[in-house]
């Protein structure tokens, strides 16, 4: 019982320490009266987390090296691309929304449904880099943990590539008002999206071969969920759906996530 209190007590200072570090950005989103700085954290977070938990536990496998540069290397790069998506742009249609329908209140109800929810849901996502960086007398390198990486790189190239396609597509004055469907779009509505996932689960798979390890498929499941399901591909095809006619086209012949070859017009008829 000692080992897995002392273990668990150090999940929960990888909690705290991140709840903390978004509460100083909540005071910043407070003073700016813009609560969509949040988002570029979502990376971050994951790096800071994985670092303490790296460094809290004296990590020292191949594994845990492997996994936290894969986790650090996703986490900088999305982290970097949010920051830069955002830049000079207002705060976030959500949040707007939010402080329409209680001005006064909004500051205290953004800190605890928006940054210390995050935080709490990053912890619970990050079950793989808990259970890999934590792991004591663990078997070396194995099939999995070579899988796991390669589920990574393929994620992270999905999301990166799908990412830059889209940012070239809006960049384009041309383009406004037009539905993305070349590249990876063409294939699946949200590669991004998908990447992501697939980026998760590769780091789940990493910590299977730890004893208990099964355990950490927790953090995937609950990120996919919330990609398709909340915060993800549900909440963006409401609003494509109102704001861009030939989206809904879109929709009959593309994927919403997992990749595949579109239907033919002749299909999306039947």
């Known amino acids: 019982m000692g080992p897995w209190r002392d273990a668990w ?5 990888g909690l705290a320490l991140v709840a903390g570090v978004l509460s100083l950005v909540w005071v910043v989103s407070v003073v700016k009266k813009d609560a969509s700085i949040i988002d570029p954290c979502w990376g971050p977070g994951f790096v800071l987390i994985g670092w303490y938990w ?6 020292e496998s191949l594994r845990a090296a492997a996994q936290l540069g ?75 943990d070579g899988v796991g990486v390669g589920l990574f790189a393929v994620g992270l190239a999905f999301e990166s590539v799908g990412d830059w396609q889209l940012a070239r597509f809006k960049a384009d004055p041309a383009n406004a008002g037009k539905v993305l ?18 980026v998760w689960w590769g780091l789940g798979l990493m910590a299977v071969s730890v004893s208990g390890g099964w355990l950490a498929l927790v953090g995937p499941a609950v990120m996919t969920l919330f990609l398709m399901k909340v915060s993800g591909v549900a909440l963006l095809e409401r609003s494509l759906a109102k704001t861009k006619p030939a989206y809904r086209d879109y929709v009959r012949r593309t994927p919403a996530f997992v990749p595949w070859f579109p239907k033919r017009s002749d299909e999306t008829q039947t």
Do not use: C, K
């Open 54 to 59: 790296h460094l809290r536990f004296g990590a």
């Open 70 to 144: 894969a986790v650090t290397l996703w986490g900088v790069r999305l982290g970097a691309y949010l920051t830069w998506r955002a830049w000079g742009e207002e705060e976030d249609r959500r949040y707007q929304a939010m402080r329409a329908q209680a001005p006064r209140a909004f500051p205290w109800v953004s800190l605890v449904s928006v940054f210390w929810l995050q935080a709490v849901i990053l912890a619970v996502v990050a079950a793989p880099l808990f259970v890999v960086q934590g792991a004591t007398g663990a078997p070396g390198w194995t099939l999995l």
């Open 9 to 13: 007590s150090v999940h929960l200072e």
């Open 181 to 198: 469907d070349r590249g990876l779009w063409r294939y699946t509505r949200h590669p991004n999206y998908f990447g992501d996932a697939l």
